[in-house]
């Protein structure tokens, strides 16, 4: 705006300067003109400097950015690095741990005596797997009960105090029934073993660790708590115990630790290798003649069998081959020797599942006893359960001679039940344990008559009466008996009753 400047002078006297605007229409378009021209460029300013600023972020942001990405992916990186060399370097210090631990695992079944098995045990779950509190206990089979044979944490008052019967519900008797391992958070969620959580006499089992091989269980592991105090076990962990369960079970089963009774086992008293050597040949000897279980039960108490002669009731079975001789007479001796090897084997093995003994092998007949070394409940069952299963395996050779283009054959069974006389029979340096009496000569003239009679498989009455109601029987009345003065009713078993028919006997 233009002001004009007017100086009214006074007489004698000095005057201030005074500004006034100069007045006029042309005056206002003036000032309306700049002001306008005054917007304008401030606003060209304005936008000048906005697109100078835009411009220089648009080429700046993105720069930083990928810097700032890059700086932040490579912190990621460096840290997943260390993470997963952290993981790799646990998982190699844990497969190094586990390796080492089952490599000593495995390195049990070469310890044949029980003192030193147990001991190198005890050091693998104390130093290996840094187990705090547990008890081993082993299983007394004449008392089916657990008792603790080794422990740690505990006072030695449990070794008296803390047996538990096998009918105790209970974590340690479900694993030992089960030959399962039982956790116990997994329990919890297992409506089968809910139920055992916090049950006495040990309401603190973490875990239930059972001792078995494929054939049997030998004792369980109750542990209760780790050195490094964890409560919680992971699946490798688990993966591991239960792997150690079965190497252990087939340790003892080596060494035949089950040999000794438990008093042996708990006291200072340890068989030395020698006398474990001896114990195992001889029961592989015996086991070639009467059923593991027995030998078992001898081994473990000699006083049982009463040798020297014996009255005992029991069952005899005979079989022989039907035609032998002709059948023979076309095979060469290396032929007949495969084939009867092959036979005997078959029934021998059929005999000794059931519970029987085999007494001798007469040729190419069979002479097996029931109930002479131990007592079945009963062993006229037992002896025509094996007459019938000596059949269905002799059908199964035959399939497989016809297969190879061999000969085949029949076979006769007779058996008797009653007293015999048991105990050594021969001379003074020459004994063999056998049976005799009218027993033993009736089965084996039953065993005759099936070729007069046109039978398989022929029982006295006295096998008969006890097995009636199992089976089908046909009678064949007042049968003269050669070497017996009076007639017999003798009775061919054809095979097992139906359920349904068990009830009640019937002849056919």
Known sequence: AFLLLEMIPAAGTAQPIVLQPVSGPGNVAWIIFFLGLFCLLFGMLFWLARKVLGTRKKEVAPELRRQFEKTYSEKLKEEYGKKTAELQKSMQDTRVRYSFILSK??????????????????????????????????????????????????????????????????????????????????????????????????????????????????????????????????????????????????????????????????????????QIAEKRQLKEIFSRYTSAELVETILKNPGSVQLGGTTKNATILFSDIAGFTKFSSTLTPAEVVSTMNEYLSKMAEIVLDHDGEIDKFIGDAVMARFGVLSDLENSSRSAVETALEMMVGLRELQGKWAQEGRQGFTIRIGIASGPVLAGNIGSVRRQEFTVMGTTVNLASRLESMNKELKTKILVDESTFRQVEDLYIAVPHLDVSVRGIEESLNVYEIKGRKPASEKSGSRLV
Not at 130 to 138: D, H, N, Q, R, V
Not at 176 to 204: C, K, N, S, W
């Open 105 to 274: 695992i495995k390195n049990l079944s070469a310890t044949l005596d029980p003192g030193k098995l147990f001991k190198s045990m005890t050091e693998l779950l104390t130093d290996d797997l840094g187990m705090e509190k547990y008890i081993l206990f082993l299983f007394d089979h004449e008392k089916k009960e657990l008792f603790p044979f080794r422990w740690s944490g505990y006072p030695d008052s449990i070794r008296d105090e803390l047996v538990i019967p096998l009918a105790t519900e209970h974590f340690l008797t479900f694993a030992f029934q089960r030959r399962r391992l039982i956790y116990r958070m997994a329990a919890l969620e297992d409506v089968d073993t809910r139920g055992l959580v916090d049950h006495p006499p040990l309401p603190t089992t973490l875990i239930a660790m059972p001792l078995s091989n494929q054939d049997e269980v030998f004792g369980v592991i109750h542990i209760e708590s780790f050195t490094d105090g964890r409560s919680e076990i992971d699946d490798a962990d688990l993966r591991l115990l239960t792997s150690t369960g079965s190497f252990m079970g087939q340790a003892m089963s080596n060494s035949n630790v089950f040999l000794q009774t438990k008093e042996e086992l708990t006291s200072t008293k340890q068989l030395s290798e020698r």
